[in-house]
């Protein structure tokens, strides 16, 4: 009877832990959803009804942006203004010099100025607060500066175009990022439909889901006194979901300006794919529906301006440039530049048992008219792909315990010897597991 008192007590103080914590949940992310929607709903009202010139559009988009930037940050959304005035000048000085080089100066020149913020600047909590806003603003200078060398504008962005590109309410706190083109475009768009409200709260809804399971729910469901792997396992688990939650918020901060829908109102907009990256065929599909917008913006303007000096540079470049985004974090860095190695040795190892075995076991899904003997359905193929997903889930596990739920760490930022730590204590695992598929693949 004592046993069965003391795990009825046990489950009530578990049951009101979930509660508390939900409600103060939901109260955080409903408050910091509330200033997104108020902002983009102004844009996309102001836009719809009052008829306004080319430059008013991007001028209301720049203040908009720029009020919304510090309600949520303070005074150092100057730091964003800085970077946004700084890389046009640059872009505009560099024009006179050359036409051709302009996409790697400013990239340069932005990395290197993201770099310098972060190691002599700002200190490690205000870095904290501002670098995925830092990292979307650079996104969007180094794509403009590229498409101006490819020709793909008709004459140079004015002040108030790059400015209202740059810091648009709908995507710069938490993107996603979108090219000038594609925002040009939505900013001149008309529409008002009652499937855009019920796309905002659906969305809405499935971020506060993710928020919920992120804080509350998934770091309970597994004890501390569980198998390493099995806590890895939550703690990554709890990352991702926390990673939803930021990316279903940033489709309901760019729905609710108007952003990413057709016009019959349905939303075309796609940040990141859940369910693939939970039940992962392969890493490299992970690495692509993580964020499907940065995805596209690396493959666009990074890994094909490589191609020519082969894939491994391409993917090491891609990777390199996207730790570099992120800062010059060594977490970032040893997490991407672990995940580019370790998606290009699954890629080619899979290339080569497929060969062998002649069976449907690529990264990525064969096509229908593939030439393999054992096709998808075949139970060769779901066991060879079961084992392939479970390395995945493990690889997840392994990258994804670095980033730890705790706010006091994610604020002050991941040391050397947490992330060390943290892989040690998993026997550095999947490098090995890495090491020993490239060995493999190297002598069949």
Not at 198 to 208: A, F, T
Request: charged share 10%; glycine share 4%; hydrophobic share 50%.
């Amino acid at each position: 009877m004592d046993e069965e008192d003391e795990y009825n007590e046990n489950n009530m103080t578990l049951l009101n832990m979930i509660t508390l914590c939900g409600e103060s949940t939901l109260y955080e992310g409903l408050r910091f959803a509330k200033d997104l929607i108020l902002a983009n709903l102004c844009l996309r009202i102001i836009i719809q009804y009052v008829p306004m010139p080319h430059n008013v559009r991007h001028s209301l988009s720049l203040i908009i942006g720029s009020f919304l930037l510090y309600f949520n940050i303070g005074s150092n959304f100057i730091w964003t203004i800085g970077l946004t005035i700084g890389a046009y000048v640059s872009i505009i000085t560099v024009s006179v010099v050359t036409k051709k080089w302009r996409g790697f100066y400013v990239s340069v020149c932005v990395i290197l100025f993201l770099i310098l913020c972060e190691i002599f600047v700002l200190n490690p909590i205000m870095w904290q607060q501002i670098r995925g806003i830092q990292m979307v603003a650079a996104m969007k200078i180094i794509s403009v500066a590229i498409e101006l060398d490819r020709d793909l504008f008709k004459q140079m962005l004015n002040p108030i175009e790059f400015g209202g590109y740059v810091l648009c309410p709908a995507n710069c706190i938490l993107g996603p990022w979108i090219s000038f083109h594609t925002y040009s475009h939505y900013l001149e768009v008309k529409f008002l439909c009652s499937r855009w409200i019920v796309i905002i709260l659906k969305n809405l809804v499935m971020s506060m889901g993710f928020l919920l399971l992120s804080n509350c729910f998934v770091p309970g469901y597994i004890d501390e006194s569980a198998t390493k792997w099995l806590v890895a396992y939550r703690d990554a688990q709890a990352f991702r979901m926390s990673h939803y939650f930021v990316s279903s918020m940033s489709v309901v901060s760019m729905i609710s300006a108007g952003f990413g829908l057709t016009n019959d109102c349905h939303s075309e907009l796609l940040v990141t794919r859940p369910m693939i990256i939970e039940l992962p065929r392969s890493l490299v599909q992970v690495v692509i529906y993580w964020n499907m917008p940065m995805h596209q913006w690396l493959k666009t303007y990074v890994f094909k301006t490589c191609q020519p000096y082969g894939q491994f540079i391409s993917i090491l470049t891609t990777y390199a440039v996207s730790s570099l985004l992120h800062g010059f974090n060594f977490q970032f860095s040893a997490v991407l530049l672990s995940i580019g190695t370790f998606s290009y040795v699954e890629y080619n190892f899979r290339y080569k048992v497929a060969s062998a075995l002649e069976v449907c076991c690529l990264a990525n899904p064969c096509l229908k008219q593939c030439e393999h003997k054992y096709k998808k359905n075949s139970f060769l193929a779901v066991f060879v792909n079961t084992v392939f997903s479970l390395i995945t889930a493990i690889h997840l596990a392994y990258l994804g315990v670095m980033f730890e739920a705790s706010f006091s760490v994610q604020e002050s930022g991941y040391s050397y010897y947490h992330i060390t730590s943290k892989w040690e204590n998993l026997n550095y695992f999947s490098h090995g597991l890495a090491a020993f598929m490239y060995v493999i693949y190297l002598m069949m």
